[in-house]
């Protein structure tokens, strides 16, 4: 490894937004290499200014044109051509805070002195709403221990709006290879896998309580809007069924109770997600789908549906009957105007 960091970008008609990305990770300096992965876009000139950054920033900027396969594959490209020894996905109408981006990088030059670097480095992101013009920062003071290396056993509870996603995540590159991780084409929501199946191969950790991702959210056409998942509920089951393939959660959480405890709560709320994003579609296929990943999660692990089908998300994502479902709608836009979780 050459460099500390690779940040992969994935690009797909982003050419209005992806220069306010691509100008935050230069701050990041030589250390770190820029990968831009041109998606097969086609809309706009994407293609030619991923090579006009490249050209600009010969020593820092790659980049890298491919058939379209989706947010999945942009990210898997990145693993695989990756100088970096740590590894992070930033998107391309993303950004990262420059003075934070400075100490991390400082951070990693530590760990990259050590002889076994550490796995993972978790930092806070933080949701920009378009829509209002208002912020608000994820953080996870309450979960990891600041100012040292720990394991899973160390971990405290997390709330119940807290969860790692890939904008807080900073991997070992070496450890996506070695856990074999690969996220499907054409499919959205790879973000969970990405964060999900690597947990288990992670030794050791580290917490900095910086504002470092900043998550753009509220364009009408962006995966997390509420219509556009309920259009695409048949790749929300398909990341939730890849995830409940990944690990054996319940082995896990006999072996490792606090990182089982984590991973069995991430996997309840996906199931929490497809079920009422299939609600919500309301169509006969989506319904249809819903009860296919239960039956699914069911075959799979018997006592991993038990408990996850009976946490209150789910019994809440779950009511029977149209005024059910009615009621599980009401129940899930509260949340998400409490909440602002996309």
């Known amino acids: 490894m050459d460099k500390l960091i690779t940040f992969a970008v994935p ?28 998606d097969g876009s086609t809309k706009d000139d994407t293609p030619a200014k991923c090579d006009e950054w490249a050209a600009k920033h010969p020593g820092i900027i790659r980049a890298i044109h491919q058939e379209n396969g989706g947010h999945g594959e942009g990210v898997n490209q990145g693993i695989r051509n990756a100088r970096g020894l740590y590894y992070k996905v930033v998107d391309s109408d993303d950004w990262l805070d420059t003075a934070a981006l400075t100490q991390v990088m400082a951070k990693l030059r530590e760990f990259s002195a050590m002889p076994a670097p550490v796995d993972l480095l978790i930092a806070n992101y933080v949701y920009e709403h378009a829509e209002d ?74 917490y900095m309580d910086l504002d470092l991702y900043r998550y753009f959210i509220g364009r009408a056409d962006q995966s997390v809007n509420e219509a556009v998942m309920a259009g695409r509920i048949d790749q929300q089951v398909r990341v939730t069924k890849q995830m409940i393939a990944s690990h054996d959660v319940m ?78 709608v009401g129940l899930y836009r509260l949340a998400r105007k409490i909440y602002k979780f996309n």
């Open 133 to 206: 013009n208002t912020r608000k920062a994820m953080g996870y003071k309450n979960v990891f221990p600041m100012g040292e290396i720990f394991t899973w056993d160390s971990i405290r509870h997390f709330r119940a709006s807290q969860y790692l996603l890939m904008h807080s995540v900073i991997y070992r590159t070496g450890l996506l290879r070695d856990c074999g991780l690969e996220l499907p084409k054409h499919t959205f929501y790879v973000d969970n896998i990405f964060v999900y199946q690597p947990l288990p191969y992670v030794k050791t950790l580290y």
């Open 251 to 328: 082995s896990i959480k006999a072996t490792q109770p606090r990182l089982g405890r984590y991973m069995l709560n991430y996997l309840s709320m996906m199931m929490s997600i497809s079920s009422i994003f299939s609600v919500i579609a309301n169509t006969p296929q989506s319904l249809g789908l819903r009860t296919e990943l239960w039956e699914y999660l069911r075959q799979k692990n018997a006592a991993l549906y038990r408990r996850c089908r009976y946490k209150a998300t789910n019994v809440g994502t779950n009511i029977p009957g149209y005024q059910g479902r009615k009621l599980s």
């Open 11 to 38: 690009c797909y008609n982003s050419a209005a937004y992806m220069d306010h990305c691509v100008e935050t990770l230069l701050a990041a300096g030589e250390d770190a290499e820029i990968i831009l992965v041109d």
